[in-house]
């Protein structure tokens, strides 16, 4: 019997196509609802954040201009301008050597700095991987957290007087106990699994610690540094602000005793910069030393 179709008949197969075509054109597309601004959990791309980082800092510098026009004009100088202190920024760097003062800041941040983490990232590793160990240390080192590192200024005037040791040891007691604390939370949010694999396979207390447990935690390890280097700064002020000759705060102090808000101001607003510029080393740090990060983003 021939299957063939008649002559003038339609075959099976255009029934088909044509039924396709007419799904494709009854049936609408897709499209994914738009993003809210406000979304929950939302999405942003990486030109979407430079632009939206960009508006509220000058969203910033706006308000802050907005507030020093609203001021009255005899009390202005309490309020000056941005303009007033980025002009008075580049009359202390060309005329007054500001930049010795912001090179000594930068020098006692970052060296009470790599201080702390010799101290705060081993004794953290340590707690995290060895439970006796974390309960034997643990309630000593969480107590000194709550302590203000202000209130050692008067104890490190009296052991080293007015050096520059008293300073870098104040810059070095605000941050160590937090960022031990910090690299401990690190360390135990190592998967068990990974540390159980490792025991499974015959590897030894010490391989496991530094070769697993370590490098498995030292991408948040690092975050952890980059958040702690901030509140070092934050204690930059209150380091230089006693018997200081050199420094941001020095220069600060000085602004303050002659009523100069501007160079006060000015003084803020370079270690703002400053800070700027630290987190974003770390942040160029982490992008080249844990791409493996970067790739499951």
């Not at 010799?118 to 969480?142: D, E, S, W, Y």
């Not at 870098?168 to 159980?196: H, M, Q, R, S």
């Not at 006060?264 to 791409?291: K, N, W």
């Amino acid at each position: 019997m021939n299957d063939a179709p008649l002559s003038g008949s339609v075959s099976r197969a255009d029934l088909l196509v044509a039924d396709d075509e007419n799904l494709k054109a009854e049936a609408p597309l897709f499209k994914p609802p738009r993003e809210q601004f406000l979304g929950l959990r939302g999405s942003v791309g990486r030109y979407q954040s430079m632009f939206l980082g960009m508006v509220g800092i000058i969203a910033l510098f706006v308000a802050w201009e907005i507030a020093h026009v609203m001021t009255p004009e005899n009390q202005q100088k309490f309020l000056p301008s941005v303009g007033q202190v980025v002009s008075k920024i580049a009359y202390l760097f060309t005329e007054k050597g500001y930049i010795a003062d912001v090179a000594k800041s930068v020098y006692r941040i970052y060296v009470s700095f790599f201080f702390a983490c010799l101290f705060a990232v081993p004794l953290g590793l340590f707690k995290g991987c060895f439970a006796k160990i974390r309960a034997l240390i643990n309630p000593t080192v969480g107590g000194l957290r709550y302590l203000p590192a202000a209130s050692f200024v008067p104890l490190l005037l009296v052991y080293f007087g007015p050096t520059d040791f008293a300073k870098l040891a104040l810059l070095f007691l605000g941050c160590v106990f937090f960022l031990t604390a910090l690299i401990l939370d690190n360390v135990e949010a190592v998967p068990k699994e990974l540390i159980e694999s490792a025991q499974t396979m015959g590897a030894s207390r010490w391989h496991i610690v530094f070769r697993v447990a370590f490098r498995s935690a030292a991408p948040q390890i690092l975050d952890s540094m980059r958040n702690m280097i901030a509140v070092s700064w934050t204690y930059l002020v209150i380091a230089e602000i006693v018997a200081a000759t050199d420094g941001i705060g020095a220069v600060m102090m000085r602004g303050a005793r002659f009523l100069h808000v501007d160079i006060i101001m000015g003084g803020i607003l370079t270690i703002g910069v400053l800070g700027v510029l630290t987190d974003l080393s770390f942040r160029i740090a982490g992008h080249f030393l844990f791409p493996y990060i970067r790739a499951r983003r």
